[in-house]
Nanobody
């Protein structure tokens, strides 16, 4: 079992930056590809970004490409999502996810484990 706990969400103004973090515990963190998903009110959960077990490969949704960077620290068992130039359409609950398979398993879904989510609200 892998436990994922997100943090860093909040209410921010459009145009600013925000960094989300996810702390993992329970299993060997470097065995898992990691990712971030989000779910806006009334919409389905969607993929945001993914990173391979070593951190050498990353994928991004077209909607966030260029504004978002995913990174991980295998020594600290954490994965982060740095978001810049936030827009109102980025408002959502952001979920951390872990997948035993490769990074494409995160992208294609579904991941093996989910966090509880952290709310990001962007005011315009």
């Amino acid at each position: 079992q892998v436990r994922l706990v997100e943090s860093g969400g909040g209410l921010v103004q459009a145009g600013v930056s925000l960094r989300l973090s996810c702390a993992a515990s329970g299993r060997t963190f470097s065995d898992y590809a990691m990712g971030w998903f989000r779910q806006a009110p009334g919409k389905e959960r969607e993929f945001v970004a993914a990173i391979s077990r070593s951190g050498g490969i990353t994928y991004y949704a077209d909607s966030v490409k260029g504004r978002v960077t995913i990174s991980r620290d295998n020594a600290k068992n954490t994965v982060s999502l740095q978001m810049s130039s936030l827009k109102s359409e980025d408002t959502a609950v952001y979920y951390c996810a872990a997948a035993m398979g490769g990074v494409r398993t995160v992208v294609a879904g579904p991941p093996d484990y989910w966090g509880q989510g952290t709310q990001v609200a962007v005011s315009s």
